[in-house]
């Protein structure tokens, strides 16, 4: 059966710190993939989404970048953490149709 | 422009009673239609979802979903609600080749004893 993990749980970093968020998917070839944040008392926005290794599609222009270096993983990244960033990220794999998501990385830039 | 609401942001309900989350879309054709189940803290997990074909769609934990294409909507219920069901929901929508969901601003279900 398909999985997906994200690491790491939780993390409390500086403004203007590096930041690198990591999503594996267990059990499935070349799935869609995508990085979502959720910030406090607001709903889901779709950050980036990768059909393949290399292939990122940012949807929202943003302090953020994604890269997917292999098959299987799928990485969030800044140079520079805003205050703004803080929030929960939510990696997702794409099924049929639907998507599963991973347990979340919760975010807070301090 | 397309759109996803979810009219009640929070909603209270008696344990044992039934619940009925409301969710409309605007899209130019049926999109693919979702349900979803969010703890605190946790990810999001997949109740249910619609395709095609019959429009009553069973899920887990007991819920259910109803398309109805003339109203644009996709309402989620239980008949009987437990402590357990306590958490946000969230419907969602697909609709293009990359498999991009968009997603309700969610429903807070408190459940009460």
């Known amino acids: 059966s398909q999985t997906i993990h994200q690491w790491p749980a939780t993390l409390v970093q500086p403004v203007g710190s590096p930041l690198s968020l990591e999503c594996t998917v267990e059990?499935?070839?070349?799935?869609?993939l995508y990085w979502y944040r959720q910030a406090a008392g607001r709903g889901l926005q779709l950050l980036f989404y990768?059909?393949?290794?290399?292939?990122i599609s940012s949807e929202v222009p943003q302090n953020l970048s994604a890269s997917r270096p292999q098959d299987r993983q799928f990485i969030l990244s800044s140079k520079k953490l805003l205050l703004s960033d803080s929030g929960f990220y939510l990696c997702?794999?794409?099924?049929?149709?639907?998507?599963?998501f991973g347990p979340g990385t919760r975010l807070t830039v301090t | 422009a397309q759109s996803v609401t979810q009219p009640d942001i929070h909603i209270t309900v008696s344990e044992g009673a039934s619940l009925e989350l409301r969710c409309n879309y605007s899209?130019?054709?049926?999109?693919?239609l979702f349900w979803y189940v969010q703890s605190p803290g946790q990810g999001l997990q997949l109740l249910l979802k619609y395709f095609s074909g019959d429009t009553l769609v069973q899920g887990i934990k007991g819920f259910e979903a109803e398309f109805k294409r003339s109203q644009s909507s996709f309402n989620l219920r239980k008949p009987s609600v437990h402590w357990s069901d306590a958490a946000e929901y969230f419907c969602?929508?697909?609709?293009?080749?990359?498999?991009?969901?968009?997603f309700g601003a969610g429903t807070q279900v408190v459940v009460t004893p």
């Open positions: 059990g499935t070839s070349n799935p869609n």
């Open positions: 969602a929508v697909g609709a293009d080749s990359w498999g991009k969901l968009q």
């Open positions: 997702a794999w794409r099924g049929a149709h639907e998507q599963y």
């Open positions: 899209y130019g054709a049926t999109p693919y």
């Open positions: 990768s059909v393949g290794i290399g292939q």
